[in-house]
T-cell receptor, first 111, second 113 residues
Framework: GENVEQHPSTLSVQEGDSAVIKCTYS??????FPWYKQELGKRPQLIID?????GEKKDQRIAVTLNKTAKHFSLHITETQPEDSAVYFC??????????FGQGTELSVKP | DAMVIQNPRYQVTQFGKPVTLSCSQT?????MYWYQQKSSQAPKLLFH???????NEADTPDNFQSRRPNTSFCFLDIRSPGLGDAAMYLC????????????FGPGTRLTVT
C-alpha cells in the first residue's frame, strides 16, 4: 500500500540554525505534498504545500523541495526560532485520494 | 473566524457508553474526514465522506460509525467506547479531496473511564 517515510523522528537545533526534514513516498501517482505543523494539544495547521508540477516553493523562512524521480520531498526552515518548536508532519496524496502522513518529526529549537 | 468547528472540545465517557462527536464547517467543502490521533502519532484516517458517499477505511473498527445529514455537519458515533479509544478526534474538510488543502478542526479530546 501507499507509504510515506519521514526522518528524523526528533530534531534539536539551536535558535538561528536551519532545520531539514525529509520524506519519501511510495505512490508514484502522488501529486500533492503538504506539510503540517502541530503544536501540543492543537490542530495540525498547513504551513506549506507543493504540487508535482513544481520542484521548489518558498514562503519566507520555509521552503519545500520535491524530487519526483526519487519520490522524495523535504522541508527546510531557516533562521529557526523557539516558536518553530512543534511536531511536523509531511503527507502525500493523489488526485481524489486521501492524505498519507509521515510518522512526524518533533522539532525542538533551543534559545 | 472558525471554519471547522468541533463539539465538544473535551468529552469524558464511561467504558461502553455510546458517545457522539460533532463537526460543522462554514467552507462549503464537499469532503469531510474523521481522524483519530494518539499521543504524537500521525492522524489516522477513520473514514471520509465525498458529498454523501461514505468511504470507510479497511482497518476502522465496526465500533465507529459516521453520519453526514447535510453538507455542513458530520458526526462520529462510537457505539461502545473502550479504553483504547481514548484519543484526540480530528475532523477535517477539503474542497475536492486529494489535491487540495485539508482544513482541520480543533479536535475533541475523548477520555474513557
Amino acid at each position: 500500500g501507499e507509504n510515506v517515510e519521514q526522518h528524523p523522528s526528533t530534531l534539536s537545533v539551536q535558535e538561528g540554525d536551519s532545520a531539514v526534514i525529509k520524506c519519501t513516498y511510495s505512490d508514484s501517482a502522488s501529486n500533492y505534498f503538504p506539510w503540517y505543523k502541530q503544536e501540543l494539544g492543537k490542530r495540525p495547521q498547513l504551513i506549506i504545500d507543493i504540487r508535482s508540477n513544481v520542484g521548489e516553493k518558498k514562503d519566507q523562512r520555509i521552503a519545500v523541495t520535491l524530487n519526483k524521480t526519487a519520490k522524495h520531498f523535504s522541508l527546510h526552515i531557516t533562521e529557526t526560532q523557539p516558536e518553530d518548536s512543534a511536531v511536523y508532519f509531511c503527507a502525500a496524496s493523489r488526485q481524489g485520494g486521501k492524505l498519507i502522513f509521515g510518522q512526524g518529526t518533533e522539532l525542538s529549537v533551543k534559545p | 473566524d472558525a471554519m471547522v468547528i468541533q463539539n465538544p472540545r473535551y468529552q469524558v465517557t464511561q467504558f461502553g457508553k455510546p458517545v457522539t462527536l460533532s463537526c460543522s464547517q462554514t467552507l462549503n467543502h464537499n469532503v469531510m474526514y474523521w481522524y483519530q490521533q494518539k499521543s504524537s502519532q500521525a492522524p489516522k484516517l477513520l473514514f471520509h465522506y465525498y458529498d454523501k458517499d461514505f468511504n470507510n477505511e479497511a482497518d476502522t473498527p465496526d465500533n465507529f460509525q459516521s453520519r453526514r445529514p447535510n453538507t455542513s455537519f458530520c458526526f462520529l458515533d462510537i457505539r461502545s467506547p473502550g479504553l483504547g479509544d481514548a484519543a484526540m478526534y480530528l475532523c477535517a474538510t477539503s474542497r475536492d479531496g486529494g489535491y487540495y488543502e485539508q482544513y482541520f478542526g480543533p479536535g475533541t479530546r475523548l477520555t474513557v473511564t
